[in-house]
């Protein structure tokens, strides 16, 4: 069964720090990971999506990396802000299905403090 | 540009009833998906559409019921609402890998409807 697991849980860091997340995955066949973020009571929107042969992507202060040997991936948020306080999702998504087949993470609870 | 649009935003059902939450997309997207989300879950594949006029079921499909009568609008249905129904549903689309790629098969969410069935 195709999973994605995501550490940690939970985060609280303060503000203009950074902090990395990090996300295992068993899906196969490896189609692409994707990361969202998701607001309080909003839906998830993309932060980076990557292929098989791409090892690390960024997105302003979102730098995500990929290890398809270890099936593993990290995102690495650069001068924490307090808007950046949110859920972190890692998706995986497989060839099945024309490559639409996705995978979700529980994701990770980040909380930015003054 | 409106991107992905649910409705309603929130609906309180009492056990036994029935309704439809209604999904519209106006990025001209092949893929449209119907998902729920609860807590310390993530979230999960009720039905999905890969076109017009078709649908198939995902991972938790029963209870539900979709159409995708216009390409655009992906209907889900709730025939006899169960507390175990009380979740967070969320829409979204994509293009398929045939319109842009596998880079492009980007799923946007809608902004979610939040269901309490009672």
């Known amino acids: 069964k195709n999973q994605v697991e995501q550490s940690p849980q939970s985060l609280i860091i303060l503000e203009g720090k950074n902090c990395t997340l990090q996300?295992?995955?068993?899906?196969?066949?490896?189609?692409?990971l994707r990361w969202y973020k998701q607001d309080t009571g909003r839906g998830p929107v993309s932060l980076t999506i990557m292929t098989f042969s791409e090892n690390t992507k960024s997105n302003g202060r979102y730098t995500a990396t990929l290890d398809a040997d270890t099936k593993q991936s990290s995102l690495h948020i650069t001068a924490s802000q307090l808007s950046d306080s949110a859920s972190y999702i890692c998706?995986?998504?497989?060839?099945?299905?024309?490559?639409?087949?996705?995978?979700f993470g529980t994701g990770t609870q980040l909380k930015v403090e003054l | 540009n409106a991107g992905v649009t649910q409705t309603p935003k929130f609906r309180v059902l009492k056990t036994g009833q029935s309704m439809t939450l209604l999904c519209a997309q106006d990025?001209?997207?092949?893929?449209m998906y119907w998902y729920r989300q609860d807590p310390g879950m993530g979230l999960r594949l009720i039905h999905y559409s890969v076109g017009e006029g078709t649908t198939a079921k995902g991972e938790v499909p029963d209870g539900y019921n979709v159409s995708r009568l216009k390409k655009q609008n992906f209907l889900l249905g709730l025939e006899s609402a169960a507390p175990s129904q009380t979740s967070v549903y969320f829409c979204a689309s994509s293009y398929s890998r045939g319109q842009g790629g596998v880079r492009n098969t980007e799923a946007f969410f809608g902004q979610g409807t939040r269901l309490t069935v009672v």
């Open positions: 998706v995986v998504s497989d060839l099945t299905g024309g490559g639409n087949k996705l995978t």
């Open positions: 996300c295992n995955y068993t899906v196969s066949p490896f189609s692409n």
């Open positions: 990025m001209n997207h092949e893929y």
